[in-house]
Structures are given as structure tokens and as C-alpha cells.
């Protein structure tokens, strides 16, 4: 039976899948974060192979059974960063897997919805954050009020000036994550209508309308055309604060888009699934799955 690795990672936890030729769930396993940038190749390669050992054992197959391939989508895996990775992998645990595929996070997410962003809750995050202090240093001048957002920025960060922030900036190993989380505070000020908040958002509407404006002229015009127009997969926390963007989302494309409709939907499961269908693709071997079994609709937009 062949077995097929999917591998999810991100800064804060990492999810990694077995499934057969029909893409059924055989294994899985929840380890610590894998963004290279965070905790260095060292470390990675370590938890990576931790990883792929329990997912063996998991299994219970005979000494020597060798994973077909293994497909990694995993945060920071880019610019020549996935050959480091590849080679790793292959001298600590090249006994465990046959062939290997790495990719950026993204991918994992893409291929586990179809065949085949920016304006994610750390822009939001860091525009807010930006505007108060310019703010304050007296450098731009905000035309909303910001002792809201600067007094959420102190709760949240459990600091008492922005002096202290310096220590989130700069700490030894930035926390990406609990960074970007600070947008889940802005929406709750957002939704008390918090003017900054609010403007943080709607101008995250319009950056994610203008990357799909700049991808426009990479679709074909099958895609165009299909009922409910080009599908944009959605993934991250941010969508959670989508009714504070689909507005300014909409305009943009109403005003620069020859697009006429949008489908948008989330991924029900993790996207290891895409992993393990980018490896496979890679490799050539065969792994039928249900894409649409793998998200739900969450948005049908036309104008």
C-alpha cells in the first residue's frame, strides 16, 4: 500500500498526515513549530524527523517499509532555503522516505483546495501599531484618535510605554505569531468602532483586492468565465474580520478589475492534504482525492 507524507508547518505548530493512494487519512501527528527563520535549520531538521519517526511507528509496519514520498509546506521554505532543508532531511532521516518535495507554506494551502496573502493579520497589526507611533513621535499625524489602539497595544504586550515595545521588536527570537495576534484585539475595538481599527481594516480589503487585480493576468479565461468567477482560497485569522474588509475589498475590484464575480472558500482540513498531493505530483505517483470534500464556501461575491 503506498503511503504519501503531507507535512503543514508554521511558526507555532506543525501537522503532519499519512494517507494512501485514495487520500485517506492513515496517521497523524501535532509537533512544535517549523519556521526555519524562528528556530534555525539545526532544530528544524530535529523536529522534522521526530516527526516522520512517530508517523512510522504510528503505522506499526515492517522494519525497512520506507514512505513512498514526503511533501513539506512549511513557513520560510523559499529563496533556496528548501535545498538546505531538502539535504538536512536527507542525511539524518533519508532512510525514511524514498522522495522528498519542500515548498513554501502557501503551496500547501493552494493544492489542498484546487490544482493550482498579503493583507494578513501582521499587516493589520503593524499598520496600526505604526500609525500610533507616528503618531506620538509627532511624525504623521493621525486623523482618527489612537490612545484606544495604544492603550489595547500596552494590555495586550503587558508593557507600560512604547519604550518597552522595543523589547517585542527586537527579543531574541521575535514571536510572529503572538505579534500578528494583536489584530483579534483590533477587531474587538473595530467592532466597538474604534475609527483606526476600523481604517486598518478597510485598507486590508484593498491590499488583498489589489493582489488579486495582479493576478488577474495570469488566469485563463476557463477560470474567468466558470460560474462564480476565479476561486481565492482563504487561510489565515484574518478572514475572521472579514466583514470589516469586504466593502473596501469589493470597490477595488468594481473600480480596477476586469472581474465580474468571486468565489471565495476556507479549507476544512489542515494543508498537509496539499502536501502530500504537491509531493506526489513531484514524484508521479498517483493520489486520487476529493478536493471539494477539502473546503467549504465562505463567500460569493459579484458587482
Known amino acids: 500500500m503506498p503511503l504519501y507524507v503531507g507535512v503543514e508547518g508554521g511558526g507555532t505548530h506543525t501537522t503532519a498526515i499519512v494517507v494512501n493512494e485514495h487520500g485517506k487519512q492513515l496517521a497523524e ?16 531538521t530535529d523536529r522534522l524527523m521526530e516527526l516522520l519517526e512517530k508517523l512510522w511507528l504510528q503505522l506499526n509496519v515492517p522494519e525497512g517499509t520506507q514512505f513512498d514520498c514526503v511533501g513539506l509546506a512549511i513557513s520560510g521554505a523559499q529563496d533556496g532555503m528548501e535545498v538546505l532543508i531538502k539535504e538536512h532531511l536527507q542525511d539524518a532521516c533519508g532512510q525514511l522516505f524514498k522522495e522528498i518535495s519542500i515548498y513554501d507554506d502557501t503551496y500547501g494551502s493552494v493544492f489542498t483546495c484546487s490544482n493550482g496573502g498579503i493583507g494578513s493579520a501582521f499587516f493589520i497589526t503593524h499598520r496600526a501599531l505604526k500609525t500610533v507611533f507616528d503618531h506620538e513621535d509627532n511624525l504623521i499625524e493621525c486623523e482618527y484618535p489612537v490612545d484606544r489602539v495604544f492603550e489595547e497595544m500596552k494590555n495586550y504586550f503587558g508593557v507600560e510605554d512604547r519604550g518597552q515595545m522595543l523589547d517585542v521588536f527586537y527579543a531574541a527570537k521575535f514571536d510572529k505569531s503572538n505579534y500578528a495576534g494583536f489584530c483579534k484585539s483590533l477587531a474587538m475595538l473595530a467592532k466597538e468602532g ?28 476557463e477560470m474567468i468565465s466558470q460560474k462564480g468567477g476565479p476561486v481565492v482560497i482563504c487561510v489565515g485569522s484574518v478572514w475572521k474580520s472579514w466583514g470589516f474588509m469586504k466593502e473596501f475589498f469589493v470597490n477595488v475590484l468594481q473600480k480596477t478589475s476586469k472581474l465580474k464575480e468571486l468565489t471565495l472558500v476556507r479549507p476544512k482540513v489542515t494543508s498537509a492534504y496539499g502536501a502530500a ?27
Not at 30 to 44: A, D, P, R, W, Y
Not at 194 to 219: K, P, T, Y
Not at 279 to 287: N, S
Open 194 to 221: 474604534d475609527e483606526l481599527s476600523l481604517s486598518c481594516f478597510a485598507e486590508a480589503g484593498r491590499l488583498l483586492a489589489q493582489h488579486v487585480v495582479a493576478i488577474q493576468r495570469n488566469m485563463t479565461e
Open 29 to 44: 501527528e501535532i509537533g512544535e513549530g517549523t519556521n526555519v527563520h524562528l528556530i534555525g535549520l539545526e532544530l528544524l
Open 277 to 303: 498531493r504537491l509531493a506526489c505530483r513531484e514524484a508521479k505517483l498517483e493520489l486520487n482525492m476529493d478536493l471539494e470534500k477539502n473546503y467549504e464556501l465562505f463567500d460569493k461575491l459579484s458587482w
